[in-house]
């Protein structure tokens, strides 16, 4: 007995529902389901071809860009604390070209505070897999000689 015919009970006009456990699809929901799942495949590669007609960016001004980007980000990060610090110290000097180094360093500490908790996030979910893996692999192997 082949594996369609042994599940095609499971289809039957009278049992369109998904069993005890899963929620009751009709007919037409399992149409709509079934349709969903071999168009959208199709549609993100219509989509793709309209992306690589467009007009084509260089490397060069992509990374143009994102530099423009890290640098006016600083700049108003700079600005922010140069006026904090104005706010807090009125009758301080402050010196305008301290306020894109500020900007950027501020930029460079976020990110390292950011990868270190990444780091840490990152070890935890592998100690996280490497245990459930070693639970599965105990199942397994209890599974087998028991």
Request: with cysteine.
């Given at each position: 007995?082949?594996?369609?015919?042994?599940?095609?009970?499971?289809?039957?006009?009278?049992?369109?529902?998904?069993?005890?456990?899963?929620?009751?699809?009709?007919?037409?929901?399992k149409?709509?389901?079934f349709?969903?799942?071999?168009?959208?495949?199709?549609?993100?590669?219509?989509?793709?071809?309209?992306?690589?007609?467009?007009?084509?960016?260089?490397?060069?001004?992509?990374?143009?860009?994102?530099?423009?980007?890290?640098?006016?980000?600083?700049?108003?990060?700079?600005?922010?604390?140069?006026?904090?610090?104005?706010?807090?110290?009125?009758?301080?000097?402050?010196?305008?070209?301290?306020?894109d180094?500020?900007?950027?360093?501020?930029?460079?500490?976020?990110?390292?505070?950011?990868?270190?908790?990444?780091?840490?996030?990152?070890w935890?979910?592998?100690?996280?897999?490497?245990?459930?893996?070693?639970?599965?692999?105990?199942?397994?192997?209890?599974?087998?000689?028991v």
């Amino acid at each position: 007995m082949s594996i369609s015919r042994r599940y095609w009970c499971y289809l039957d006009r009278n049992k369109l529902g998904g069993g005890s456990h899963l929620p009751h699809l009709t007919l037409g929901k399992k149409l709509l389901l079934f349709a969903g799942v071999f168009l959208t495949p199709s549609l993100i590669s219509m989509a793709q071809g309209a992306a690589e007609s467009a007009k084509r960016v260089s490397a060069q001004e992509i990374v143009n860009q994102i530099l423009a980007f890290i640098y006016s980000l600083g700049h108003l990060i700079g600005q922010g604390v140069v006026k904090l610090v104005v706010a807090v110290l009125p009758s301080m000097q402050f010196p305008s070209d301290l306020v894109d180094p500020i900007g950027l360093l501020a930029i460079l500490t976020i990110f390292l505070a950011v990868a270190a908790v990444a780091k840490k996030l990152v070890w935890i979910v592998v100690i996280a897999g490497w245990a459930l893996i070693l639970v599965r692999l105990i199942l397994v192997i209890v599974q087998n000689y028991v």
